[in-house]
């Protein structure tokens, strides 16, 4: 049997599995189960799926095979995402669950306006539908390799096969079913990363001790970077850029934050958050030391073999040295954190367009929201298959530097706006917000592209969102309303 089939009988496998849970989960989910889970989530299991639903396919492939140039330096953001983590579940959730809100945006409207809430909830689109499909463009790319390009199968119909897959098992119960789906997709993720690193310990006759001892020595395990303040790998450029990515892309993330407010009430709500950021620290520092022993791997086996970064995991896990089975729990792994993602993106486009946008809540009954949220869960999938197309013939930087840097320059207003909100209690000129929030990115890209020419060989990385959130804030200071 050709690797092509065994991949496909095992996403058959898997797909059957999650159908089957979506389907007993979210049969009879109304609009309110759709949107909120009718605010009746356990909060343990949302914590065990919010693991699942923030290792996206780019983790899943890019953060191992990054150690070779940056170490385990992205453990650095990771211990801020879990600071920006206590600032989400302290400031926000309580302030989002008070307001009963069902989109995070409709902050923006009752603070500023009708401008700056079709902003926000604009920004979140081009950013959740831009990032999302980079994501699963590595996923789609790794599985033309493995599966449709040995069947002669164009990319094309990849992505449309995949994505249709995704629509159907979250069209009709959204964040009640993605609660669950969610679950089993951290579980086959954690799972399938355990695995291979005891696979690959015990390839290189490594016990327990060894693999400490093995992954100490070797150069790629080097966490802090606190010698070169022009280093992007920086340590205090990342844990500050850290705290302001998980405010930015968690807190007001619209994707994160529906099944984070599907909780009964707000101090279930919080125990999640804190919770699923502390295993997330110990998730990530695995997918990191498996890095090294891929490397270590590759050094002892496959020496003649020019292969690193994105591809280095499924090179390892599908080489000839390697129990097939492998190969297959790299593919659920794979398959795991890139549906979950995209999932969950899907059923958020969904929610924001639909309430945000179109606010068809607002114009029409149940039955016609019902009929609009369907109309255009269809069109965002069908969206997101074209930005993936489109991506694939434009592609030509690392994938998760891809994702990072769009996710600083579309969530940097969005975060803007809310820490002048939430700061100053100033009114705004509400039609010039805008303006504010185009020009911000656009400063911001400048800034970057010319940082080391002005200002001494400094390297802007991640440090791009909050520069962006506050030149964002400083615009709205410009067009505040005269008076008290």
Excluded at 31 to 38: D, H, I, K, L
Excluded at 51 to 64: D, E, K, L, R
Excluded at 129 to 134: A, K, N, Q, T
Excluded at 381 to 391: D, K, Q, T
Aim: charged share 15%; glycine share 8%; hydrophobic share 55%.
């Amino acid at each position: 049997m050709s690797n092509a089939w065994i991949v496909l009988a095992t996403i058959a496998a898997y797909f059957a599995l999650l159908f089957l849970i979506s389907w007993l989960t979210g049969r009879k989910a109304d609009n309110a189960g759709f949107f909120t889970g009718n605010r009746k989530s356990p909060w343990y299991m949302v914590a065990f799926a919010m693991i699942g639903a923030t290792i996206s396919g780019v983790t899943f492939i890019s953060v191992p095979g990054a150690v070779l140039t940056g170490g385990y330096s992205y453990m650095q953001m990771v211990l801020g995402f879990f600071v920006g983590s206590l600032i989400v579940a302290l400031v926000l959730i309580p302030m989002f669950y008070k307001m009963n809100l069902v989109s995070i945006y409709g902050y923006l409207e009752n603070r500023f306006g009708v401008a700056s809430y079709r902003t926000g909830a604009w920004f979140f689109f081009v950013s959740k539908m831009l990032g999302s499909s980079v994501r699963f463009f590595v996923v789609c790319v790794v599985l033309q390799t493995l599966v449709f390009g040995p069947l002669h199968i164009p990319f094309e119909v990849n992505v449309l096969l995949t994505v249709a897959l995704i629509w159907l098992y979250s069209f009709q119960g959204g964040v009640k079913s993605l609660i669950w789906t969610d679950s089993l997709k951290t579980f086959c993720l954690i799972l399938s990363v355990v695995c291979c690193i005891v696979v690959i310990a015990r390839s290189l006759n490594l016990g327990e001790g060894g693999i400490v001892a093995a992954v100490a020595d070797h150069p790629t395990s080097r966490i802090f970077f606190l010698d070169d303040p022009n280093d992007g790998r920086y340590f205090w450029k990342q844990f500050i850029a850290g705290i302001f990515m998980i405010i930015a892309c968690t807190g007001l993330d619209q994707d994160l934050m529906q099944r984070t407010l599907s909780c009964k009430n707000f101090r279930e709500s919080q125990k999640n958050m804190i919770l699923s950021s502390f295993i997330q620290i110990f998730v990530i520092g695995l997918f990191l030391v498996l890095g090294t022993l891929l490397y270590l791997y590759k050094d002892a086996y496959l020496p003649g073999q020019e292969v690193a970064g994105d591809a280095l995991f499924g090179e390892v896990t599908w080489s000839d040295r390697f129990p097939r089975f492998i190969g297959v729990v790299f593919i659920v792994g794979l398959i795991s954190a890139a549906y979950s993602a995209a999932g969950s993106a899907l059923t958020a486009l969904t929610t924001s367009f639909t309430i945000d946008i179109l606010q068809a809540d607002k114009r029409q009954d149940e039955q016609g929201l019902t009929r609009s949220r369907r109309w255009v869960h269809v069109a965002m999938s069908l969206l997101m298959a074209v930005v993936i197309i489109v991506f694939y013939y434009l592609n030509n930087d690392s994938a998760i530097n891809a994702v990072y840097s769009l996710a600083a320059y579309t969530y940097g207003p969005i975060l803007g706006m809310f820490i002048f909100g939430l700061c100053c209690r100033r009114d705004v000129r509400d039609r010039w917000v805008p303006l504010v929030a185009l020009a911000a990115p656009a400063l911001s890209f400048v800034l970057q592209k010319n940082s080391e020419a002005w200002f001494g060989g400094y390297q802007i990385s991640f440090e791009l969102l909050l520069i962006n959130a506050l030149l964002t804030a400083l615009g709205l200071v410009l067009i505040m309303k005269k008076g008290k």
